[in-house]
């Protein structure tokens, strides 16, 4: 997918970015970047060396605070994915088959 600035300036899409401090400055540990809700593109990368913390699901949790809702989609083989979404307060809505025929579990949250 091509992400150009529109994207980002539409309703329903938010970038963040998680930074830590470390003794030669800022680092960026991690991001989300979400469009159309999550059902665009909903996107969390946390680097290697801080994963295992929360980061994740604190990135998703700050996404559903400001968007109000989220959805997103998580290969039912990416375990650490789906523990990253329930412990952000995401649900499971439904299931579906992606492209090449893995299962994905649909996962939500709306306030």
Same mark, same amino acid.
């Given at each position: 997918?091509? +992400?150009?600035? @529109? #994207?980002? #300036? ?22 989300? $970047?979400?469009?159309?809700?999550? @059902?665009? +593109?909903?996107?969390?990368?946390? #680097?290697? +060396? ?21 959805? $997103?989609?998580?290969? +039912? ?7 990253? $979404? ?12 992606a492209p090449g025929g893995r299962s994905e579990l649909i ?5």
């Amino acid at each position: 997918m091509k +992400l150009t600035p @529109r #994207h980002l #300036h539409s309703p329903g899409s938010l970038l963040l970015l998680a930074k830590i401090k470390a003794e030669d400055g800022p680092r960026l540990a991690g991001f989300s $970047c979400v469009t159309d809700y999550g @059902r665009g +593109l909903s996107l969390v990368v946390v #680097h290697p +060396l801080y994963r295992g913390r929360g980061l994740g699901s604190k990135l998703l949790g700050r996404q559903i605070s400001v968007l109000g809702k989220l959805s $997103c989609r998580v290969p +039912l083989s990416s375990v650490s994915g789906l523990q990253m $979404c329930f412990r952000a307060g995401l649900t499971a809505g439904g299931m579906v088959k992606a492209p090449g025929g893995r299962s994905e579990l649909i996962l939500e949250e709306r306030r």
